[in-house]
């Protein structure tokens, strides 16, 4: 009788230990995020002003100056690479989720291996197809770069998105003689719109913050977006650049910055949430 | 509803972007057919990468140019030998050193776009620094020995018997020196190795001169602003940047023996008299360490603009000519401020000399 | 987006394509066709990455043949180029990311799926998930300025009272190495194993934990004797997936890892890995260096292709095995 109540109790306590562990591990991990976030907001917003927005960088050594051109250089190399990307991984997401086939379930692996090239090397390939022969730094060639990195996660998204439109609604339409192409154009592409958007978002969250091949590709700019052709500045590349510089003052800036391109993130986080919940909803 | 303005939203973030779009009709494509493409008045942009030693002193010029002209140079520091890569790859309108580019690198630019120029800009020195609470700046002396053993880390603590018999008056603390180094090819990384190379045979033989080396030291930090980035995160480090950076942050630094074993601290007057004293060559590609000026600090020396003789699109070229010209003496006098030593007026004939030798099409582009 | 597959998506390719078998309009095929284009693009573009990248570091291949991955050498002036630090200071950072990531994953994971209460579920999701999408420099600004001064009193404790062990020899440096880089790599790679494995343990059938229950035993039996052995597969598969987000991040470890170039085990030493090797000197680098960085990014894809492939395919094994059982 004392043998089984205390294993029983060993028993009870290694379930509520390992309980607590878990939920200390999610402590921990959601800790860790508010950690981060906490020290990005009370940092960035203690030298975040109007002037940081609006003006431009300073020479080195004269007070103030802001990230006008970086902020702008990331809502253009974000645009211009989502209107590369966004409609060819639109088209292949439709492969994948309405043909598919041998060739599908390639593209698809292709896809998610894709997905974990480093970006790094996804920066080299670009400097070495776009920035050597065209001759100069570019926001195109930048682009092309974060376009690469979106490609597969779009794709990927809309195919799921689209396989979530019930089989019915395709039979339907097709029983009523109308050709393939148009029954996906209007009806499977409107029923999986909203998930779209949302894998779209993603994937410009996910490339938003995108440095590395930035590096090899944007270069930066000191006088503001001067066309595709040309050198661009850019925000995540401007926070490495000030990050490890030994000036206080850059430090300031690329908590600014950083907390710019984090309120950037968790806007589009939280909106795909609220997306992706009125659909289930 | 919701899908809706969704898509609306998408096509007008799309649309604003095209608006946003370039308004000049697209870059002149660089080659020998390229000539003008630019209407005269308009803004010219040159880019520019390279060296991290003058960024300071070369974003002050360029902002001061842009009101001056129509010409809006935008300058990346990048490090030196990405300068000397990116010129010679074509990707950028001028580069940036403050190293001189090795007979293989200048046979390399020269297959792509003919002879390749070192002009001079400004001069500036290499402090050595480090981070040692209760030390001031200039009160740690060593010898050009003990800073190679150091690199070498032959020499591996502070209360070391080789830094501690220089320094008798100091405690030194029972610490292990972290030795920070760039991390990216350099020209203040040439310098220093120029330098070390120069009064270490161990050093010569084992490490060398270049713009990145295989170092035995610690750690890495990108560009001036890294190195002295990690000095100052790292207690116990020794480190090695361009003087201004130092004189900025605060950060002390070492008096260094010289050539007549006189202990001195950078400062525009030991920097400049580095090079006087010296035969400048005709193509300026000189290095000035260890001068045996007695007055000098021993790791000064010239950073310079690298670009091609031959230029192929003469708009551009003849904004760079200008730009250069006016940086040979409008843009001198910021240099104080800033603690880059003006040039001397015999290196400034010899740059001019270069400048004007800059054609397109074989037309020389100075209009002077 | 992880999403467990259902017996209807297997069978949903089949049946649409079986039911348009009728010949095909010209639109059709043009619409077709475009689709298909774009989808091969995917494959091209993988193609097109993995032939740039062998064309260009084939200089350097040819050169050092084997002695590239086994060199520890990195010196630029005798063009002598040996990667095995970088490749080291990879495998390194990513086995110390692992050992925190996995177990703390595995925590948060049967945290969300098992015992959190209904009303915490969807808001702990979501801010683990968050962490996920914090850019890598954000990250590694943190890394550089909070996380390494907080490490480094911490560091230089441990070597002085346990500097005997290799690991933990000394000398420190200020919080940026080895150790800060796999701790910043773990904090990266728990989202995407934390999600991975949370969706393998909710395809685990609720009879399976309800007949332990039944027998008896307490929550944490089930869990670990019931739905943790029928989750493994879904374990590994996470875990190698972290491991491939962990092997090709950059911005952040180049930050914080402290880009020294050698071969150690000591966890305080300052490293480097191939990732951060590639973005602070690729753009620096002149002549046969330019096709030796090349050829480390090719060892870094090749590496990042094998994890990933493995890591899928273990996935979608793993889904299609969950579908079978639930049938």
Known sequence: ?281 | MLRARGVASLLAVGLLLAACGPTTQGTPTPGPSAGDTTPPGATVRLNGAGATFPYPLYSKWFDEYAEVSNTQVNYQSIGSGGGIRQITEGTVDFGASDGIMTAQQQVAAEQRGGPILHIPMTMGSVAVVYNLPGIPSGQLKLTPEALADIYLKRIAKWNDPRIAQLNPGLSLPNQDIAVVHRSDGSGTTFIFTNYLSKVSQEWKEKVGNATAVNWPGDVGGQGNEGVAGQVRQIPGAMGYVEVAYAKQNRIPWVALANASRDFIEPSLESTSAAAQGVDLPDDMKVMVTNSSNPQAYPIAGFTWLLMFVQQTDCNKGRALVDMMWWALHDGQQYGTALDYAPLPPDAVRKAEAQVRSITCGSQPLLER | ?327
């Not at chain 1, 409609?87 to 492969?95: K, R, S």
């Not at chain 3, 330019?290 to 060892?299: C, G, K, R, W």
């Open chain 1, 1 to 281: 009788m004392m043998g089984a109540t205390r294993t029983y109790m060993r028993r009870r306590a290694t379930n509520y230990t390992m309980i607590a562990l878990c939920g200390l591990a999610t402590l921990a991990a959601v800790g860790i995020l508010l950690l981060v976030l906490g020290y990005t907001l009370v940092h960035g917003i203690a030298y975040l002003n109007l002037e940081f927005v609006t003006q431009t960088a300073r020479p080195l050594g004269e007070p103030g100056g802001g990230m006008r051109h970086e902020i702008v250089g990331t809502m253009v190399l974000v645009g211009l690479a989502s209107l590369l990307g966004i409609p060819v991984g639109l088209l292949a997401g439709t492969y994948l989720s309405e043909f598919g086939g041998r060739v599908g379930s390639l593209v698809r692996l292709v896809a998610d291996v894709l997905t974990g090239i480093p970006s790094v090397v996804v920066g080299i390939f670009a400097y070495a197809v776009l920035v050597r022969p065209m001759g100069t730094f570019s926001a195109l060639s930048a682009a092309v770069a974060l376009a690469i990195i979106m490609l597969p996660v779009v794709a990927r998204t809309t195919e799921e998105m689209m396989k979530l439109v019930p089989q019915t609604y395709r039979e339907a339409a097709l029983a009523l003689g109308i050709p393939r192409w148009r029954v996906i154009v209007s009806v499977v592409v409107p029923g999986a719109t909203v998930g779209i958007v949302t894998g779209s978002m993603l994937a410009v969250a996910r490339i938003a913050g995108e440095t590395a091949p930035l590096i090899f590709t944007a270069l930066g700019n000191r006088f503001g977006f001067a066309g595709l052709g040309e050198p661009i500045a850019a925000l995540p590349l401007q926070i490495w650049r000030y990050a490890v510089s030994p000036y206080d003052s850059w430090h300031q800036q690329a908590w600014a910055a950083a907390f710019l391109l984090v309120m950037l993130v968790l806007v589009i986080s939280v909106l795909v949430r609220w997306l992706t919940a009125s659909r289930h909803g």
């Open chain 3, 1 to 327: 987006m992880a999403r467990p597959q259902t017996i209807e998506d297997q069978t949903h390719g089949r049946a649409w394509r079986s039911l348009l078998r009728r010949p095909a309009s010209p639109g059709d095929r043009l619409f077709q066709g475009t689709t298909l284009l774009a989808a091969l693009s995917l494959l091209g573009l993988l193609l097109a990455m993995a032939a740039y990248l062998f064309y260009v570091a084939w200089p350097s291949i040819a050169r050092f043949g084997v002695r590239f991955l086994t060199g520890s050498t990195w010196d630029p002036v005798k063009e002598v180029f040996g990667a095995l630090p970088a490749i080291y200071g990879t495998l390194l950072t990513s086995a110390l990311a692992m050992l925190v990531a996995v177990p703390v994953s595995l925590g948060v994971a049967i945290f969300l799926a098992e015992l959190s209460p209904r009303w915490l579920r969807a808001p702990a999701s979501f801010l683990v998930e968050m962490l996920a999408a914090i850019p890598s420099v954000v990250l590694g600004l943190w890394g550089l300025f909070v996380m390494a001064p907080v490490l480094y009193p911490l560091e230089k404790w441990l070597a002085s009272s346990l500097g005997f062990v290799p690991l933990f020899r000394g000398p420190v440096f200020g919080g940026v190495n080895f150790l800060a880089g796999g701790l910043i790599l773990s904090i990266m790679a728990l989202p995407i194993i934390t999600a991975v494995v949370r969706d393998a343990i909710l395809t685990v059938p609720a009879a399976q934990r309800e007949a332990m229950l039944a027998l008896g035993a307490t929550r944490w039996e089930a869990i670990s004797q019931a739905v943790l052995p029928y989750a493994r597969s879904g374990i590994v598969a996470a875990s190698i997936l972290g491991l491939g987000r962990a092997v090709g991040e950059t911005m952040a470890v180049t930050m914080v890892v402290g880009n020294g170039y050698r071969l150690t085990a000591r966890l305080f030493a300052p490293g480097n890995t191939m990732a951060s090797k590639i973005a602070t000197q690729f753009n620096e680098a002149s002549g046969l260096e330019i096709n030796a960085l090349v050829e480390l990014a090719l060892v870094l894809f090749a590496v990042a292709l094998v994890v990933n492939l493995a890591g899928r395919l273990l996935v979608r094994w793993t889904v299609a095995r969950a579908a079978g059982g639930g049938q």
